[in-house]
């Protein structure tokens, strides 16, 4: 095999992601090509083996893809659901929807924000707030400016939490204790086509969510390229070591 195509999202998340992914790949003497996929196209793309691997899927939430004879592998980092506040509006223990005024979240948040309303029904009386994930930190940041106090729910790891900007709420958690994990997976028969050592060191490969939104913040702040991000990483200067 010439190459491996890696698949993922095109987010800044994920792009950074698949590019510190590949400099494991590269230095295992393997070329890297990559494949932007929507959500809908990440399992065709594997089950017609346009993808090698796909970088990343979150479990339980893409357990269709185990279905499809597909290997997943790895623990790359646990993503997060919680409630959050601005750090400025000094919100914690004993919260309520009367402290905010609006809930802003995403659009891959937003089930289970709504799910939440069915044990927090006060919290649908808050002007509902959906936005691009792109678009979170720089809306946030009007709010503050402008001395706004909006209920927060977004995804960990993203850019904003790699700033001091956020407050966890507590008893905020959407996911109701449920683990989430961003895993490879790799194309059905990949197994037997490249040298194991690699996919072994895959398989231990460790990112975090700190180290995801600090490359998050490099890429969609800071204007860095998903490859420029994950040298960054790699060399220690993104995150203090």
């Not at 939430?61 to 997943?72: A, F, K, L, T």
């Not at 929807?97 to 891959?108: E, M, V």
């Not at 029904?121 to 001395?147: N, Y």
């Not at 059905?188 to 690699?198: A, M, S, T």
């Amino acid at each position: 095999m010439s190459y491996l195509t890696i698949g993922h999202l095109y987010t800044a998340l994920h792009a950074a992601c698949a590019s510190g992914v590949a400099r494991v790949i590269e230095a295992n003497g393997e070329e890297v090509a990559y494949a932007d996929l929507s959500r809908d196209e990440r399992l065709p793309s594997l089950d017609d083996g346009e993808v090698d691997i796909l970088v990343s899927a979150w479990f339980p939430q893409d357990e269709v893809i185990r279905s499809h004879g597909h290997e997943v592998i790895g623990s790359l980092y646990h993503p997060e659901l919680q409630f959050s506040a601005l750090r400025t509006t000094g919100k914690g223990a004993g919260w309520s929807a009367g402290d905010f005024t609006s809930l802003l979240t995403t659009a891959n948040a937003l089930p289970f924000v709504e799910k939440m309303f069915d044990q927090r029904p006060d919290l649908k009386e808050l002007p509902l707030d959906v936005v691009a994930t792109e678009e979170v930190f720089s809306r946030l940041k009007q709010a503050e400016d402008a001395g706004n106090c909006p209920l927060i729910a977004v995804w960990q790891p993203h850019a904003i939490f790699h700033s001091d900007m956020l407050e966890t709420l507590p008893d905020g958690d959407l996911l109701a204790g449920e683990v989430q994990t961003a895993r490879l997976v790799l194309r059905k028969g990949l197994r037997d086509e490249v040298d194991e050592d690699l996919l072994d060191e895959l398989s231990i490969m460790m990112l975090s969510n700190k180290v995801m939104s600090a490359l998050d913040y490099a890429v969609s702040i800071d204007g860095m390229s998903p490859g420029e991000a994950a040298e960054s990483w790699q060399r220690g200067r993104l995150i203090p070591r």
